[in-house]
């Protein structure tokens, strides 16, 4: 068996066609309608009014904070089980991170513990939607309310998740979104805020671009426009949207072939003793953006497994090391080893497996199998 990569990025002749059509009309690249009719797309699938597109999901986490007017001397509610940029984004705005412990089922915030973090200086909930599992996010929305809190939902992984048929990134004041490489759809670089907020929409296309009033195509037009607030250079180029529109036309097709891979795990998996496969609650719908199992021991024998897969050509990786014990946020914001017991437990256990639309029935069989062999060894 040849190797079996983490991910592989699905496209087809159309996301060819889509970025051909904007670098043949020689003009435009930056900004074009390519841009509104992919906020178009993207909004209407999300079930929310406001979609703007952004470079990354980072910048949209830093764009969204910014809008809600989040800053020095507030705390923003985090989990320490996601990439490192949910965390920094309450650092970029001045904001400090704080840490509550995740479930073990979604992996997502726990909202007992949230609640037990939320103090005088607390000003937003942001939590992850790990994985394409939608969180807990109908118990932290009404945490969220009877706090007076604002919710972010940084849905970077999980576009197209849901509860009851309701979208995840829905559910807040506001979300985010990311189309890098490994995502469900992908741009190869790209994020989108969401919002039902007009003011909050309006808010965020100042600080994307340069705190600038646009009234009109500034490359078009002779008019003066006023800088009216700090902004940064977040925009998405129109290429990049191209792409999105295109990738956004089989997204049902490409979730459909990720949850049919990960039925293929999970019962080749779920018969393996010390194996703990995805669960899923009744009424959430899960998109596989990773398939992740748990080893029920925490003794270093998913760490051993890893090695066992890479020795047979199979990639893993860990998703998520906790971010609370990564250097930075040890030597620079003091945190350390103990802070959150059931998050470091729940990291040392977990290991994601290849997961893409194109992985053949074949090549799970593999995976499935070096796993029972080197369990029926442990």
């Not at 040849?2 to 990025?9: A, G, R, S, T």
């Not at 989990?79 to 073990?104: D, H, M, Q, R, Y």
């Not at 890098?180 to 994307?208: F, H, M, Q, W």
Request: overall charge neutral.
């Amino acid at each position: 068996m040849e190797n079996i990569p983490l991910f592989k990025i699905y496209w087809d002749e159309r996301d060819l066609e889509r970025v051909n059509a904007v670098i043949r009309k020689g003009m435009y690249w930056a900004i074009g309608p390519e841009i509104k009719e992919f906020e178009s797309v993207v909004a209407q699938f999300n079930q929310v009014k406001y979609a703007l597109a952004v470079n990354s999901g980072t910048s949209a986490l830093h764009v969204i904070l910014a809008a809600h007017g989040i800053g020095k001397g507030d705390e923003v509610i985090v989990p320490s089980f996601t990439f490192i940029a949910t965390t920094n984004a309450p650092l970029f705005v001045g904001a400090k991170p704080v840490f509550a412990e995740i479930e073990n089922k979604t992996y997502g915030l726990d909202p007992e513990d949230v609640e037990r973090k939320i103090t005088a200086r607390t000003k937003a909930i942001l939590p992850v939607h790990v994985g394409g599992s939608p969180c807990n996010i109908q118990d932290l929305a009404t945490i969220a309310r009877k706090h007076n809190l604002i919710l972010i939902e940084d849905a970077a992984e999980s576009i197209g998740a849901s509860i009851n048929n309701k979208k995840v990134g829905s559910f807040g004041d506001s979300a985010i979104l990311s189309f890098c490489g490994p995502k469900i759809v992908t741009t190869g670089e790209g994020g989108v805020v969401l919002t039902n907020s007009r003011d909050l929409y309006e808010k965020a296309r100042l600080i994307y671009n340069h705190g600038r009033v646009e009234t009109t195509d500034y490359f078009s037009s002779t008019e003066q426009m006023q800088y009216v607030t700090l902004g940064y250079n977040f925009r998405m180029s129109t290429m990049t949207a191209a792409l999105g529109i295109a990738q956004m036309e089989k997204i049902d097709d490409i979730i459909r072939m990720r949850r049919q891979n990960a039925e293929r795990y999970t019962n080749g998996l779920s018969k393996i003793p010390g194996i703990i496969t995805p669960t899923i609650s009744n009424g959430y719908f899960q998109v596989y953006q990773i398939y992740t199992i748990r080893l029920e021991a925490a003794d270093g024998t998913r760490d051993r497994l890893k090695n066992h897969l890479a020795r047979h050509g199979i990639m893993s990786k860990v998703y998520f090391d906790p971010v609370h014990l990564t250097k930075f946020y040890r030597e620079q914001l003091g945190h350390k080893e103990g802070e959150l017991p059931e998050t470091e437990k729940i990291s040392k256990q977990v290991l994601t497996l290849p997961m893409y639309p194109e992985l053949k029935r074949e090549e799970i069989d593999y995976i499935v199998k070096q796993i029972a062999d080197f369990m029926k060894n442990e």
